[in-house]
C-alpha cells in the first residue's frame, strides 16, 4: 500500500457522527431565524442526515438530544435509520430545559430536582438500549451566576453521587462521556469546566467513564491539542464534540475558524492513536444563519481534510528533527503537511468508497435542499425549545 | 460643606436609568426561565422602574426598547410615566428581530432591508419626539459570522450612511448614542465591535453623536477605564451601559464582577468630569435566575457605592503623589477610598432626600414582590422575544 | 471567644512566606531597572524579609530559590535567618537559566540535560535537609515554542519520570509541590499548562505530591476560586504562589489588580478547610517599579485583609440561603462581609500579636530603606540574572 | 497577462521590512539564550539582512533600532548597506531602557525627562535624513503598572504635546507610523494600547501621521483585519509590523501561530487598495530559541504565501455571493484560495526575479549560518540589553 493510499484507507475508516439538532432551527439569546424545510420531526431529522452521509460517505450515525428527539419506540426510531442507511449514535442527555432546572440539575440543592434529573439520565440509558447507542454524552448546565450563590464544593458532591448512579446503570458496552465547558449558561462558574474536572470524575468512576474534548468550550489561549495529547496519553479520550468558535462558544462550522488548530489537533490525535473506533468523533455545532445541510457537510470535509493533512506528516523527519533540537526543521515538518492541498486526495477517498468526490455539488444537485422546501411545511419545526 | 455632604450632595443629583427589558424574562440561547409577576405591558415594567425609583430616589427615567415597548400612543406612555413618579428616558433601537435582519440590518447588502432599519430608526426619533427624550440609543447586532460573509469595509459605508440619515434627524437637544460591542450575537466581524469604530463614527457625524460604553462589551483584559478617560478628554463620552460579567456578554448586576473595576471606572468619570447630566448613567443588563426588581435595586446600589467610593479619593493627594513618581503611594490614596465601607455613607445620602436607607429591605417589606405575583395572572409575559 | 476575636485569632496564626526574589532586581525582557538599597547575598534578602515580619508579624519564612540563593553552607544560612528572626521557608528550584536547558529541562529531548535537571532537584531535596524545609517547589518552564517542536506526549513521559525520581528523594516531612502555569517563556505549549495536569502528576506520585495555584498562571476568564474548591476537596492543594495580573502573568502585588478575586479565593480556602498549616500561603511576586519591601508589605496586608473579610462571611446565613435558592440572598452575604473595612480589625489583630498597628507607616519610621541604600554600595545587586 | 502572472507580479512587487534588532539575542525575562554566530554590530546585522535579500528577494530594507543600532556616521552606514544591496529602511525610537524612564518617556510626569524622550525622538528624524528612511515609526513602553499610578488623560496630554513637536519636525517626504500595544511592559494602562488611541492621535497630527498594526498587540479575540479594513478605509493604515503569537505578545515567526488570520489580514489588504508602497510591510520578532536567519526567511516567506493566497481570491465570484446573501459560498471562495497550495506558485515568482525558489534550502547551502559562527567571535553580541 502506498503512502497516499494509506492516508486514503485511514480517512475511509474514520467517521464523523452528526448531531440531529444541527438539522433543527438555532440561533442566539436575541434571535432564532427560522429557514424553510427545516425538519419537523426526528425522523426528519434523521433523513437529512442520510443525505450527509449520502455524500460524504462517512457520516454513518446521528446523535440524539433527549428529550428534543423524543419518540414513543425508541426502537422504531432505530429501525427507521437503518432504513435510511444510517445509524443511531450517541445519546446526549438534556437537563437544562425544565423550570426545576433553573439552579441546576445534578447539582441542584434540592435533593428532588436533582432525583429527577437521575431519572432522566438514566432514561437515556434505557434509550441506548433500545437503539443500541455506545455512549452516554452528559453535557451539564449546572454552574451558578453569582459568587455566593451555592457551594461550589457541595456541588462536586452532588455531581458526583449522579454520575456514580449512572455510571454504575451502564450496560458492558456501553460509555459514559463526560463533557466540559468553561462558561455558559452559568455566568460565574460551571460545575464541570475544565478537562480537569472531567477527568478527576471519570477516574473514580471507572474506564467506562471517558472525556470529551468540545472544541469550542475553552478559555481563551487554551492550547487544545496538549489536552488531547494527555487524555489519550491516560485513555480517557472518549471523543469530540467539533465545532469552532472566535470569541465564546459560538458552535460555527468546524474548521472554520481556525483550520490550522483542527489539524494541530488531529494530528494528536493520529500521534496518541486516537484514530480508532474508540474515540468519537462527534459535530457538536448549530448553523444559525447559513443553510443546515451544506454546512453540516463541509463541516465533515472540513475535520477530513484536517485529518488527511495530519496523516501526510512526516513521523520519522519530525521524529528525527524534534530529538536533535532543531525547532524549525520540526515545525516545517508539520507545516508542509499542513501547507498541503488535500482536497483531491480526500476527494479521490471519497470516491473510492463510492461517496461523491465533491459532497457540496452532489447536494445541491440533488435537489434535496428544494425538496424539503416544499415538503415540509405546517407543523412545528425542530428547534431548542428555549 | 463638609467633604462628607459634597459627596452625598454629588451621589443624589447622580441618576441611574434603569431598562424596562430588565423587568422582564430573559434567558441563554439555552433556556429562558419565566418568572411570576413579570410584567406584560409597558405600563407594568413602568410600575416596576417607578417601586426602584420609590425606593433608591436615584433611578427617576426608564429606558425604552422598541419595539418591545410598542404603544399607541407615546406620549401617553410619558404621561402615565409620569403618574407613577418616572420619566421616559433613552429610546433603544432595536434592528436584530426581524427575519429580515437575518444578514443585518442597517449593514445589510440588501438596500431594501437597510431601507427598513433605517426607517425604524427615524421612527425610533419620533418617539423620543412624543416622549421628550434627549437620547437614541443605537446598539447593532450587524456583523458577520464566517470570514468573507461581506465585504467589512462595504458595511462600514453602509453604515456611515445610515448614521448620517438618522443624525440629520435629531432635534437641537437630542443626541444620538452609539453602542460598540465586541462580539454576540455576530460572530466574525461585528461592525461596531470597539470604541474605536464608535468613536471614528460619531466625530464625523458630529457633536450630537456620543460613545456609549457598555462595561459588558469588550475583549478580555481591556482596560474600560482607559476607555472611558480618553473619551471624556475627547467630549465623546455620551454614557454607559452598566452591567458586569466574568467571561462574555453575560448581563449580570452591575459590579457584581468586578467591584474594583467600577469603582476605577467612576473615578474616571470624576476625574474627567463626567458626573454631569450629559453623562447617561443607564443599566443595560438581565436577570435570568435572580428576581429583577430587587436585582436593579442592587445594581442602581453597587453604582451608587462605586460612585462613592471614586468621590472619596483625596484628588490632592493623589496628585501629589503622582508628581512626585510614589506608585505605591499613589495606589495607596485609591485602595484608601476603594476600602472604606461607604454604606452608611450612601444610606444617609438616600434617607437625606427621602429615599430609603436600606432599599432592598424596603422593597421586600412594601409587599410589591408579593401583589404582582397575585394580580399579574393571564396574558403574555414580557420577554426579548427571541 | 467573640467572633471578632475569632477572626483575628484565625488571622494572626496564617502565616505568609515572601519570597526571597522579591527583594532582588526584577523586570522584563525590556528593562530591568535597578533599586538603590537591593540585597547583593541571600543574607540581605533575609534582612529585608525579616523586617517585613518585624512589622507584619505574620510572615515568618522565606522561600529561597536555587541556584538564586546558592551559598556553601545551607544550615549555616538557616541558623542566620533565626538570628534574624526568620526561617528558610520553601526551596524553588530553577532549571530555566543554564544554556543547557534552552529546549526544556526535565522534558528535554536529551537525556543528558534532563539528568542534569533531575540532579539539581536532587540537590535541592539536600538543602531542604540542611534548611529543614518542608516544601520543595516545582516550577519548570518547559515547554515548546512552535507546534511540531518537540513530541507532547513523550514530554510528559519524560516529566512523570523526573518527578517519580525526585519524589522517591522526599523524607518523611517532605513535600512537592508542583506548580503550574499556561505560558511563558513557552509560547507554544507548556508542559504543565493547567492545574488537571498538575494534579494527574500528582495523583501518580502519592499524598506528598500536592498541586500549587500561582494566581497569575491561568488563562483568561479561569475561575480560580472553583479550582482552589476542588483541590481542596480532593485533598491537594499544597498552597499558593499569590500576586496578581490584569493580563499576562504581570507579578503585580498579591490583591492589587482583583480585590474581590483574592477575597473569593480565601473564602474557599477557609470554606474547604484549608486555612491550615498545610497550605503554603506564599508571595510570588516582583516589584519592577515601586520599592520592594513596602510592596511586599502591602500585599501580606492584602493578603490578611482578604482572608479577615472571607473569614466575616456569616456561614449559617449564607448556608440558608443556598439551601433556599435564594440568589440574591446567598450573594448579598458574601457582598456583606467584602464591603466591610477590615482594615481596623486587621490592625487590632497585628497589634494583639505585637507587631505594628500600621505596617507600612512603621516601616517608613524605621528609616530601613534609608539604611540600605547607605549601606548596600558596591557589589552585584541580586536579580533575576536573566 | 494571465491571472497567476498577475498574481507573481504582485507578489514580486510587495516588499518585507526585516528589522536589525532580530538578528540580534533575544529572550525573555527568564532567559535570554546567546547564539553562536549573532552579530556584534549593526554592520554585521546588516550582513545577515542581506542575506534574507538575497536568498528572497523581496526583504530589500532594514528597520534600525535606536539606539541599539547607534554608530557614528548614519550615511556611512547606509552606504555600507547599499553595498551590501539592500537599503536603511525604517527609524524604530527607543526611549524605555534609560533609568530615567522608569516612569515613562513621553508621559512621564517628570517634563524633565519628557524633554529628553523627545530629544531622542527629534535625533531620530535627524538619522532619517541622514539615511532617506522615509518612515519614523514610534512605540512607547510608557503606561502605569497600577491603578492611580498616574492621571490617565494627563498622560495623553503628555502624549500628544511630544508627538506633536516631533510631527512638526518631519520632512516632507517622510512619515510618523504610530504603534499601538495593549499591554507589556506596562502591567495596568499602556498609554496607547489600541488602534483607536493611535488612531486619534493621528487624526490631529495631519495625514503623515499613520497607524501601525502590530499582529501580536491585541486583547484575545480582537479580529485583527477589521483593524486593517477600517484604517485603509480611513486612509490610516501606514503598515505592519508582522509576527505572530498563541497568548500574549509572544513574536514568533509571522504566519507560525494562525495562518489563517495572516492570510484575512492579507486579504483585508488587498481589498483595501493597501497592497502598495505606502503600506510598510515590516517584521517585528524575535527568535529565542530557532536560529534567526532562517527564522526570518521562513517568515518573509509565510507572508508572501498568505499574500499568494490572498491574491487568488476570486474577487468576483466572492463579490456576487456577498450580494446574494450566500454565506456558504462567499466563505467557501475565501476558503478555495485559503486551502490552495500556493507555495510553487512563489517559488515560481521568486525564481522569476532571480531570487531563490526555495530560500531555506539556498540559505542552508551557502554556508553562511557556518561562517558567522566561525567568523564573528570575541566581542559583545548584540542584543536587546534589558
Redesign the interface.
Known sequence: MTAVSAVQSALTSQTIETPSWAYGN?????????QAGVPRTPEEKLQDAARVHLHTGVAPTVALHIPWDRVDDYAALAEHARGLGVGIGTINSNV??D?D???GSVTN??PAVRRKAVRHLLDCVDIMDATGSRDLKLWF?DGT?????????AR??RLAEALAEVYARLGDDQRMLLEYK????A????DV?????A??HC?KLGPKAQVVVDTGH??????I???V??L???RRLGGFDFNS????D?D??AG?????QLF?IMY?VI??GGLTADTAFMLDQCH????KI??II?SVMNVQ?ATAKALLVDADA??A???E?D??G??????DA????V?PLVAEARSSIGADADP?AAYRASGWAERIVKDRVGGEQAG?G?
Open positions: 438555532s440561533g442566539t439569546r436575541f434571535k432564532v431565524f427560522a437544562f430545559q423550570d432546572y433553573k439552579l440543592p434540592d448546565s451566576n453569582y459568587p455566593g450563590q451555592d457551594d461550589l464544593s462536586q458532591g468553561l462558561f455558559e449558561p455566568f460565574y462558574a460551571t469546566p475544565d478537562w480537569g474536572t477527568y478527576a477516574l475553552h478559555a481563551p489561549g487554551t492550547n491539542e496538549f489536552i495529547a494527555l489519550l496519553r491516560e468558535r472566535f470569541y465564546a459560538d460555527l462550522m472554520a475558524a481556525d483550520p490550522f494541530r494528536e500521534r496518541g444559525n444563519i447559513e443553510p451544506p454546512a463541509r481534510e519530525l521524529a528533527a524534534q530529538r533540537g525547532v524549525l520540526a515545525n516545517a515538518v508539520l507545516m499542513f501547507n498541503t492541498d482536497r457540496l431548542w428555549a
